[in-house]
């Protein structure tokens, strides 16, 4: 079992910033990605930006140039920084952990964070 724990989310102006954090913890050893989708309301969650146990980073098409996903591994510890926000940001932002179960002992299975509010006003 893996528990993802978030915090950062909150009410920002428009052109502000706001950083994401996500813990993990538990039985991480089997975690293939980790990173951030986000769910505005009557849509559906989309992928934000994930790292791969390689190092790289994938982001969303128009995202890259305002998110920033960065790790700390000595702290199990996600982030997300996000500069220059605009209200269609505005969405609960969910930290994910990916199993793929293709190593020995691990199986396939997806963790998710409680989620987070973000909201960005005009």
């Known amino acids: 079992q893996v528990q993802l724990v978030e915090s950062g989310g909150g009410l920002v102006q428009a052109g502000g910033s706001l950083r994401l954090s996500c813990t993990a913890s538990g039985d991480t050893i089997c975690i293939d990605h980790m990173g951030w989708y986000r769910q505005a309301p009557g849509e559906e969650r989309e992928l934000v930006a994930l790292?791969?146990?390689?190092?790289?980073?994938h982001y969303a098409d128009s995202l890259e140039d305002r998110f920033t996903l960065s790790t700390d591994n000595a702290k199990n510890t996600v982030y997300l920084q996000m500069n220059n926000l605009k209200p269609e940001d505005t969405a609960v932002y969910y930290c994910?952990?990916?199993?793929?179960?293709?190593?020995?002992?691990?199986?396939?299975?997806?963790?998710w964070g409680q989620g987070t509010q973000v909201t960005v006003s005009s």
């Open positions: 994910a952990a990916d199993q793929f179960g293709l190593q020995t002992m691990c199986i396939a299975q997806t963790y």
């Open positions: 790292i791969t146990k390689s190092g790289d980073i």
